[in-house]
């Protein structure tokens, strides 16, 4: 009874990962022995070996093409899609039964949920370029609405005497565990085709995703080619659909893309890795649903795509967490170093000024340089032990620390820079670059050197004194 | 066609979960999240499942509540995947609800090695039935009968017109400029997860007694349909909830009536209340008076005869 | 409404079509319903530096999408020498706003710039290393051919402004059309992209520009097209550029007038 609760309200998306469930119920969910695990390996078993590949092809091929839907920001188009296949299959089962066939010829349905995903598709798009719904609504009526329409359609078909319209609706739902080899060469052809075409229209979708005012303007065809990136997802997930289901292809084409972003910044790349883990995830994920019992293999390999997901979110090389986070502590240890090179510069320019001569590298009163900044008494300490470390600083007691002949000419240039930066600001308000790491690139790469030199020239006359110039006096010391 | 008194139930209850889901849809519309509706009803199963699961019972508070924290969650981890991960929010919805359905998908499979499964009742959503699960009750004497689910969904409507009216002016600063809304002092986010609470628990509810299609459909169609018809707020709630019921209504009859022509039984009111709604919502989309497509149509050829 | 109604261009102003680099008649723009550009006429010779200059909402990027078919007319046609849009395509080039793209995008500067000779490259045939070093060499002569490999977050507002422009530059085209290649850059982006354009005109290229900056506009453009719904005024510079014509495209709005007036003093 319980259980009937739960599925009342999930209704469409268990029956067939079920499915390979309740094949072998009864059976403990940690029964393992080596035998099996080296039977399911080696691909020995035919029907392991057919679903294996399969939804490994099928991740390979949806990695590739989900990676442009993800950057064309459109991932849950396929959530529609699917769903928008349904009133299609209906239909087709009508039109096939009244020329006197049987409604359940394969091909004939699988044409008719791509007619109905991919009208649903053109519908998203009508509604969003003739109101000002946003894609999120577009996507949301075209889904429920078609999905309506097929569920009242296949209930009516049902009713029809003699038409044996039986499981009919499962056909969205996927049967995973029950592949057969017809399924397998079908996956592979669309699969090869798809994979195919996301490299050799790769130039186009990647300009597509990227501009499309701009490659309008020279002349691609952009609607056309929009529709054929629409044409390859509605195969995929047509196909993905009456295989493994549902919700894994809706998974298929979101979650390896989105993982392969945080290992590269190079398109051809991601497609690539997309690919790899799209195809890693269904090989493993298909494997362990065959070496435990009770583990639906859908079910599964969307957790093992997850747990890629999660992996690479937070490991990945280019945009992952840690990542990110060792070049955030970077940054702010950068700039902790360069507020306390700064300040101990200032020390000494007051000290110089107070004794009426050049500025040169003295002993600095620690006592001074807290009053300069919002220090706590530990972080100047650490700070100062750091730079220590770098050679920065030559020595340092309690009372006092004093720069090596490098932390000298490291606290000129990084006055200079500052100020440099400052008068800068001051002069173009209205025209600051963003983005610029405004303590370690030099102003000249930035700026240009001609301005440098206005504002240099500029600083001359304010109240600031002579800051040395990096590139004449501390050549080789970097 | 006959109309019965059960009939009269199916598109009260219909009706009562359309309107339900239509006042925070059009939030959803416009805060332009709405798949979110489609997000937590799939991804609310481990929810179920993991209350099943410690409660022991199929209790409808503690299924209730299970679903209700995780599609809170759903929104909360959408939020940090695109926020720290920096990943396109709809992907990011996309990853964590079918994550959490294949992980729900599991539990049940583990928890019980006897699934029984009614798929026909499951599939189209069982609004014909609910008025057979009947609630009694007794007051100053008089007994009340009502179906359970119309009862549910009345609560679940009140709750939501309740929460919308205290927080009408955060709410909807909030989904025009967040920004504007965390300098004024609101904080936004509570906001949101206040609406993304009341996506869930109205989905819960919902499709315990209607099936989910038709949840999906009320959170976003009545919604958007106003949307075209009309630029104030308040108005676009009462619209919407209008559009809702009168999907309701037509969908109930025309699931009787089109099989009918063809001498055919009913078919699924949950499913017929979907495709009104979306009938609804493709005049709207031609006849609107502003942005409709004819309107559209007319200025461009008026413009065209004054040029000419 | 028609207290400010502009008079139309003498007829001995309007060029004949065929030799202006760009001839817009009758253009009418309406976004759902409400017009943006009302019956603009526009006629601009070869190889100038034009100036689209007006308040915020006039529709000077309107303007500039609707010549390139971005955007839907609700009437008029626009020529480019003479002949439609769609014939003259290969000799168009687009610089949009750097707001209309995803900077976040997996691609380098580099490939970027490359994008400027898809066009070129065609169907399905993949970028070669021959594209590689044009595009190399747009990024040399705006500068930043040492950011090649960068991807494109990593750069500044400026830098990422100037990729746009390589591409444009690799494009190669005999016409040019900017979306407010001067918003928000750093001074010495600014002054390349300057330089650049001036260079374009000495090849006898016309570049249209959306502008902002008053103050600058008598400095940069040899042509001005002054821009409130409709043209208010359109000629070389020194003509159009004056106190009366600006205090009618900004329609009397103090501030405006003020800053107009200064901008007036800065340049004349």
Not at chain 1, 91 to 118: D, E, Q, R, V
Not at chain 1, 420 to 428: D, F, G, N, P, T
Not at chain 2, 187 to 203: F, K, N, P, Q
Not at chain 3, 69 to 96: C, D, H, W
Request: net charge positive; charged share 15%; aromatic share 10%.
């Amino acid at each position: 009874m319980l259980l009937k609760v739960l599925f009342v309200s999930f209704p469409f998306f268990l029956q067939p990962i079920l499915g390979s469930a309740s094949d072998h119920l009864g059976t403990s969910f940690i029964h393992f022995n080596f035998k099996d695990f080296l039977e399911v390996i080696s691909l020995a078993n035919y029907n392991t070996r057919l679903v294996i590949l399969s939804t490994s092809i099928l991740g390979i091929a949806s990695g590739s093409i989900g990676s442009f839907l993800l950057l064309r920001k459109r991932s849950l188009i396929g959530d529609a899609i699917s769903h928008a296949c349904l009133p299609g299959i209906g239909i087709a089962f009508l039109i096939m039964t009244a020329l006197g066939n049987t409604g359940k010829f394969l091909p004939g349905l699988l044409l008719g949920a791509s007619i109905s995903g991919f009208v649903g598709v053109l519908v998203v798009m009508a509604i969003r370029n003739t109101t000002k719904l946003k894609d999120d609504a577009a996507m949301g009526i075209v889904l429920s609405i078609f999905f309506g329409l097929g569920v009242a359609l296949l209930r009516i078909i049902t009713e029809i005497p003699g038409a044996s319209a039986a499981g009919l609706e499962s056909f969205i739902y996927g049967k995973t565990a029950s592949i057969v080899l017809y399924d397998f060469w079908l996956i592979s052809l669309v699969a090869i085709l798809v994979t195919v075409a996301s490299f050799i229209l790769l130039k186009e979708w990647t300009l597509l995703c990227f501009d499309s005012g701009y490659a309008a303007t020279q002349g691609w065809p952009v609607y056309a080619l929009d529709l054929s990136l629409l044409v390859g997802i509605t195969l995929v997930t047509v196909i993905g659909l009456q295989s493994v289901g549902l919700i894994l292809i809706i998974a298929f084409l979101i979650i390896p893309p989105s993982a392969a972003r945080f290992w590269t910044e190079n398109l051809k790349k991601m497609l690539i890795i997309s690919s790899v883990l799209g195809g890693l995830s269904g090989w493993v994920g298909a494997t362990m649903s065959a070496l435990f019992q009770n583990l639906p293999a859908g079910a599964v390999i969307v957790l093992v795509a997850t747990t890629i997901f999660i992996f690479s979110m937070l490991f990945g090389t280019s945009r992952g967490l840690l990542i990110r986070f060792i070049k955030h502590t970077k940054l702010n240890r950068k700039i902790g170093r360069d507020h306390l090179m700064h300040s101990s510069y200032e020390v000494l320019e007051e000290m110089a000024m107070h004794e009426n001569r050049m500025i040169n590298n003295q002993k600095i009163k620690r006592s001074r340089l807290l009053q300069r900044r919002s220090w706590m008494d530990t972080e100047l300490k650490s700070l100062i032990h750091t730079s220590k470390k770098n050679g920065l600083i030559e020595r340092y007691t309690d009372e006092y620390i004093l720069l090596g002949e490098a932390g000298f000419a490291e606290a000129a240039r990084t006055t200079r820079n500052h100020r440099l930066w400052e008068m800068y600001l001051i002069e173009y308000a209205e025209v600051a670059p963003t983005n610029v790491d405004r303590g370690a690139d030099l102003v000249e790469h930035v700026l240009g050197a001609d301005i440098v030199r206005m504002l240099e020239s500029k600083m001359k006359t304010s109240p600031y004194m002579y800051i040395p110039n990096p590139h004449s006096e501390s050549e080789g010391l970097s | 066609m006959e109309w019965y008194n059960l009939d009269t139930w199916i598109v009260i209850t219909g009706a009562l979960c359309a309107s339900a889901c239509a006042i925070p849809g059009c939030f959803l519309v416009l805060r332009q999240m709405s798949m979110m509706g489609d997000a937590i009803s799939h991804a609310v199963l481990p929810g179920l499942a993991i209350a099943f699961m410690i409660t022991g019972s199929r209790s409808s508070l503690s299924m209730f509540v299970g679903a209700a924290v995780v599609g809170v969650l759903t929104a909360l981890f959408s939020q940090w995947i695109s926020q720290f991960g920096k990943v396109d929010r709809g992907a990011s919805m996309g990853i964590v609800f079918t994550s959490l359905f294949a992980l729900g998908l599991i539990l049940i499979v583990q928890a019980s090695n006897h699934v029984e499964l009614d798929a026909s009742c499951v599939l189209y959503g069982a609004l014909e039935l609910t008025p057979l699960d009947l609630w009694h009750w007794e007051f100053l004497g008089l007994s009340f009968k009502a179906p359970r689910a119309a009862c549910v969904l009345t609560m679940i409507l009140v709750i939501n017109i309740t929460v919308i009216g205290i927080f009408y002016k955060e709410f909807k600063i909030s989904s025009f400029d967040p920004a504007l809304a965390k300098t004024l002092g609101i904080h936004s986010g509570l906001i949101h997860y206040l609406l993304m609470t009341m996506v869930a628990i109205t989905t819960v509810a919902a499709f315990e007694a209607v099936g989910s299609i038709i949840v999906i459909a009320m959170l976003v169609v009545p919604a958007a349909t106003a949307y075209l018809l009309t630029e104030n707020l308040v108005i676009m709630m009462f619209v919407s909830v209008f559009f809702s019921i009168a999907a309701a209504i037509l969908g109930h009859i025309s699931a009787i009536l089109v099989p009918s022509w063809f001498g055919l039984n009913s078919t699924s009111s949950s499913a017929m209340i979907a495709v009104m709604a979306g009938c609804l919502f493709l005049i709207a989309w031609i006849f609107a008076p502003k942005q409709g497509l004819l309107q559209n149509y007319f200025i461009k050829s008026k413009s065209h005869n004054k040029a000419r | 409404m028609t207290a400010a109604v502009p008079a139309p261009l003498p007829k001995s102003k309007i060029l004949n079509p065929q030799s202006a680099a760009l001839h817009i008649q009758d253009l009418t723009v309406a976004y759902h319903s409400k017009p943006v550009l009302w019956d603009v006429d526009l006629s601009i010779p070869e190889a100038k530096l034009v100036g689209i200059v007006g308040p915020n909402g006039a529709g000077k990027s309107t303007l500039i999408k609707a010549c390139l078919n971005l955007l839907p007319k609700t009437s008029g046609a626009v020529q480019v020498f003479g002949k439609s849009y769609e014939e003259q395509r290969s000799m168009i080039g687009y610089v949009p706003q750097r707001e209309s793209v995803d900077w976040d995008f997996p691609v380098s500067a580099l490939e970027v710039v490359a994008m400027g000779l898809y066009g070129k490259i065609g169907w399905f045939r993949s970028v070669k290393s021959r594209h590689k070093k044009l595009a190399k060499e747009a990024l040399d002569r705006v500068g930043i051919a040492d950011l090649a490999d960068r991807q494109i977050s990593q750069l500044s507002g400026g830098q990422q402004q100037r990729v746009f422009l390589a591409r444009a530059l690799a494009q190669d085209t005999r016409v040019y059309f900017m979306d407010e290649p001067f918003a928000a850059v750093d001074a010495a982006t600014e002054r390349a992209i300057i330089e650049l354009l001036k260079e374009f005109k000495s090849l006898g290229k016309t570049c249209f520009v959306v502008h902002h900056d008053l103050a600058t506009v008598s400095q940069y453009f040899d042509w001005t097209v002054l821009l409130n719904m409709r043209i208010v005024k359109s000629g070389p510079t020194e003509e159009v550029f004056t106190r009366e014509n600006l205090s009618k495209t900004y329609g009397g709005k103090l501030t405006i007038l003020e800053e107009a007036s200064n901008a007036l003093r800065i340049t004349h």
